[in-house]
């Protein structure tokens, strides 16, 4: 039983375009969201994080929306960089959990020049 | 800046034989974790632990075995190596204090491959 599912596996974007990556979650205990960046044979990387009771965050490019009640959110790029090509992945933290995040599949976002 | 190491980053292991990946962190941080990732797949939670001489179990422990005895260094042992454990391992540490926002911080990774 997948609780959070990435349905893009791959996804690619002209440079300067928006990129949106998607996730979505079925756990209603989840309450703090995070999207981690993986380059190849390299670890991930935290990205940017949203929680439960905010529905966005921005940081520089890398805005993430929440909505509760459609249990999705999604990670925005603008403008998308070349040096943005990696695996996403969208995870989420389980309140009361030891801290442990659930990761989705990843999504490969490829930025073409 | 370290972080999280791990050794080694790659390592072949035929059927049967026993290896330990080490990890180690240098960020003080009190939580610890071990997870693999398969080709197309998210990251599973292996075990994982709260603080030196505490840990449990995650989503995928079959297999592995841990230890922490002390804050920085949180070891995985593989006993009788199969196949299915051909993965990718990542190390990841945090710092957890109440409501906290505690981000994991990984490693580099190991690739392992049992033949």
């Known amino acids: 039983d997948q609780q959070v599912k990435q349905n893009s596996p791959s996804l690619s974007v002209q440079e300067g375009r928006i990129s949106i990556l998607n996730c979505d979650y079925t756990?209603?205990?989840?309450?703090?969201f995070l999207w981690y960046k993986k380059y190849p044979a390299e670890g991930p990387t935290f990205l940017i994080s949203?929680?439960?009771?905010?529905d966005k965050n921005e940081d520089g490019r890398f805005t993430v929306f929440l909505n509760k009640s459609a249990k999705h959110l999604s990670l925005h790029i603008v403008p998308s960089q070349p040096g943005d090509s990696a695996v996403y992945f969208c995870?989420?933290?389980?309140?009361?959990?030891?801290?442990?995040?659930?990761f989705g599949t990843g999504t490969r976002l490829q930025v073409t020049l | 800046n370290a972080g999280v190491t791990q050794t080694p980053k790659f390592r072949i292991l035929k059927i049967g034989q026993s290896m330990t990946l080490q990890c180690a962190q240098d960020?003080?941080?009190?939580?610890m974790y071990w997870y693999r990732q398969d080709p197309g797949m998210g990251l599973k939670l292996i075990y994982y632990?709260?603080?030196?001489?505490?840990?449990d179990k995650g989503e995928v422990p079959n297999g592995y075995n841990v230890s922490r005895s002390t804050t920085e260094d949180f070891p995985l042992r593989l006993e009788l190596a199969a196949p299915s454990q051909t993965s990718v391992y990542f190390c990841?540490?945090?710092?957890?204090?109440?409501?906290?926002?505690?981000?994991?911080?990984f490693g580099a990774g190991t690739r392992l491959s049992v033949l």
């Open positions: 990841a540490s945090s710092y957890v204090a109440g409501v906290a926002k505690n981000i994991q911080y």
């Open positions: 960020m003080n941080h009190n939580y």
């Open positions: 632990s709260v603080g030196a001489g505490i840990t």
């Open positions: 756990n209603s205990m989840f309450d703090y």
């Open positions: 995870a989420a933290r389980d309140t009361g959990t030891a801290s442990k995040l659930t």
């Open positions: 949203i929680s439960s009771i905010k």
